[in-house]
């Protein structure tokens, strides 16, 4: 599909007159397109066509309920898994204004009385997420992060010794579950839209499931997502910050968390980057991530007593 006839599909399924249409960068596994209808802007994301999916309309749900929990998400104006509305499965929501680059938001003076606040925001609001009952959003997987990951890594079938000892740490320190809620699966800094107030919408959703809550902090502390800023809680706070915001939080839970998110990042590394050699999907993105197994592996080794 042309962007001329997915313009002229999105004005059939929204009404009104599109124009603006067009690709934003960034987003390895989803397209994003901003556009206006009636001269008002809304963003586009998509799957890439010919991939099957049936995950937005459980996006939208998600939406739903996190926005009736106090979440702040983009206003959801239409979501659907058909691929023959605009050739593959989609969700239109408002435009939030903001920075979403880590780097602009971690560096530039815009955000400079924002950024002591983020880690806190970060806590208020995963803790608004976790209190939404998981039957409200039907479909959503629960599987044990360890387990999926061990067998992930064991498909992909390269040695990583790191990897092994991360693995038996995990297995040997695993504490008690802290309980049973949904989890975004992806909340970190770059999936956070921020203005000079601070966070003002959670994006990328399409890894939600059901688990335990501490994962979701655990991630927003992978070391990855701090971008070359020396602050424990996406590259703008603190631990203690962060769990202000949350509540009661046992600091050895959550550093096993860290742990188990700092792996999974590795082990994803390699599988984005096997998604480029195989020759499946060709992406200069997706062989430059290849390089951070070694990062993690490093980070890793220096994180385990």
Request: charge should be negative; include cysteine.
């Amino acid at each position: 599909m042309t962007s001329p006839e997915l313009a002229a599909a999105l004005g059939r399924r929204l009404g009104g007159s599109i124009d603006g249409l067009r690709r934003l960068s960034g987003g390895a596994s989803r397209e994003t397109w901003s556009f206006r209808r009636q001269g008002v802007p809304l963003i586009l994301r998509r799957d890439p066509p010919g991939v099957p999916s049936k995950g937005m309309t459980r996006e939208a749900d998600l939406f739903r309920a996190a926005a009736a929990a106090g979440v702040p998400v983009p206003d959801l104006i239409d979501a659907g898994d058909d691929p023959e509305i605009l050739g593959s499965a989609f969700l239109v929501t408002a435009h939030v204004e903001g920075e979403t680059i880590p780097r602009k938001i971690l560096r530039d003076p815009e955000f400079a009385h924002a950024r002591p606040k983020l880690a806190r925001q970060c806590g208020e609001i995963l803790a608004r997420l976790h209190t939404v009952d998981p039957a409200a959003v039907p479909g959503l997987e629960e599987t044990d992060q360890l387990a999926q990951f061990r067998a992930v890594l064991d498909g992909v079938g390269h040695a990583h010794p790191a990897f092994e000892l991360a693995f038996r740490w995990l297995e040997s320190h695993r504490p008690s579950s802290t309980g049973r809620a949904i989890v975004h699966g992806d909340f970190r800094n770059g999936n956070l839209i921020v203005g000079p107030d601070g966070v003002r919408a959670v994006l990328d959703w399409e890894l939600a499931h059901v688990g335990d809550p501490l994962e979701d902090l655990g991630w927003l502390c992978v070391k990855a997502w701090r971008f070359g800023v020396d602050r424990p809680v996406g590259g703008f706070g603190t631990y203690e910050d962060l769990v202000a915001g949350y509540g009661v939080v046992d600091v050895d839970d959550l550093r096993w968390w860290e742990v188990l998110g700092n792996l999974k990042w590795g082990i994803m590394c390699i599988v984005q980057t096997s998604a480029h050699t195989s020759g499946a999907v060709r992406s200069v993105e997706l062989a430059a991530i290849g390089r951070r197994v070694c990062e993690v592996e490093w980070d890793l080794l220096e994180m385990m007593p």
